[in-house]
């Protein structure tokens, strides 16, 4: 499937750099820049943990050259093809991101990619539902729990890009009588769709989730609603404040308040669905794991050295994508690409309450990043296939979308 992705995203981005405007690829390339030098941050990092650096190896490598009697040059990581495959993955959902970005500058192009990720969302949730519903064998397997949990994710997601889709949908139905041609009897079956592909997201949430990610949906929720108020009402710095430092208040009561915080750590202390034993064997090896890491991708390996003794035969990822950035990144790493997703969701927040007409666009886009963020530090699954994707394609149409351009045809 990774594989099958990444050619995708290839051929999608040969055909978009073939086929855009000037106009439009300068206006691409004002903000893809700065973007690109951001996410080359961990492109680098990966490179460097799998370079043969004596210097920075991983002492596991002179515990296998003591073993073999035979010189190696080690490197950060512990496990370079997995780090490879890792990369290539990263690299991947990059691809994607910058692919919307590009396909998103025209609005029109942008409402296709609105309305096909709300529509990717609500058939996820459908899914879900059905296996809640029938109790289908596959989806209760163990071997599936991730896929399963990933597609609880996506619907979280759904819910917010499903409602940016309706708030669309109702600000050009308020809008009909400056463009004759919107067909008012279209807008409203549009907006029907929104509103069945919401109840769907709402729904699957409501039935299958546990609190932890009602919480993360929640806080999107808020976020986006919190918008569509300061600008329907008008509300000034002040208004603005009155919003946002409850919110900011109550996030950090919650977690203060979390009983875990100071045994586990701040990555591990909020994992809602992993086993105890896999939390405690999370714990051993973050708290082994040197500054550097142990090499992107590499914590099944390393995990199957720190497994328990009574037999545990299988090797399940880490319980949160926090601790397995920091196992693997290193805690640096992780805090970097924390403080990344921050500045992200005020960029993205401030165009929003810029933006005009089109200012749903950068809401979801800062609400989905909000409720990510605080998925990172509860599950794992964040980091799937496609949580990351439909994250990925999001985040790239709300970049495209967070600012007006004219288009000048050349």
């Not at 609400?367 to 439909?390: D, R």
């Amino acid at each position: 499937m990774h594989g099958i992705l990444a050619g995708v995203a290839a051929v999608g981005i040969v055909i978009v750099s073939r086929t855009m405007r000037p106009g439009e690829t300068q206006f691409f390339l004002s903000f893809a820049k700065r973007a690109a030098m951001l996410v080359a941050i961990p492109t680098l990092w990966m490179l460097v943990q799998v370079l043969p650096l004596p210097f920075l190896a991983h002492p596991i490598w002179s515990s296998a050259e003591t073993a073999i009697g035979y010189p190696i040059r080690g490197s950060i990581s512990i496990d370079i093809g997995a780090s490879v495959m890792a990369l290539g993955f990263y690299l991947t959902i990059v691809a994607v991101a910058f692919w919307s970005a590009a396909v998103a500058v025209d609005r029109q192009r942008a409402e296709w990619i609105l309305f096909s990720l709300m529509t990717a969302t609500a058939l996820i949730g459908f899914a879900v539902a059905a296996n809640h519903i029938f109790v289908l064998p596959y989806f209760n397997s163990k071997t599936s729990v991730f896929e399963r949990t990933q597609g609880i994710d996506c619907v979280a997601m759904g819910v917010l890009i499903a409602a940016a889709a309706g708030i669309r949908t109702l600000e050009r139905y308020e809008t009909r009588r400056t463009s004759p041609g919107r067909s008012t009897s279209a807008l409203i079956r549009t907006f029907a769709a929104c509103a069945l592909a919401l109840v769907i997201c709402v729904a699957v949430l409501w039935m299958s989730v546990p609190a932890g990610t009602l919480v993360a949906a929640g806080f999107g929720v808020v976020a986006l609603a919190s918008v569509v108020l300061i600008r329907r009402l008008g509300l000034g710095s002040w208004g603005i404040a009155a919003i946002a430092l409850p919110v900011v208040a109550i996030a950090g009561f919650l977690a203060a308040s979390e009983p875990d915080l100071n045994t586990k750590g701040f990555s591990l202390a909020f994992a809602t669905e992993a086993p105890a034993s896999q939390i405690s064997m999370s714990q051993r090896i973050l708290g082994d794991a040197p500054l550097r890491g142990t090499g992107a991708g590499t914590f099944a390996a390393i995990a199957s050295i720190y497994r328990d003794i009574e037999g545990q035969t299988a090797v399940f990822p880490a319980p949160t994508a926090a601790a397995a950035v920091a196992i693997e990144l290193g805690r640096p790493m992780l805090w970097l690409i924390v403080a990344t997703m921050a500045g992200s969701i005020y960029v993205l927040l401030r165009a929003s309450l810029r933006r005009g007409r089109d200012s749903f666009y950068p809401t979801a886009g800062a609400s989905c990043l909000i409720t990510l963020s605080f998925l990172s530090f509860m599950n794992v699954e964040v980091m799937g296939s496609a949580t990351a994707m439909i994250a990925a394609a999001t985040l790239g149409l709300a970049f495209a979308q967070s600012k007006s351009r004219t288009v000048r045809e050349q």
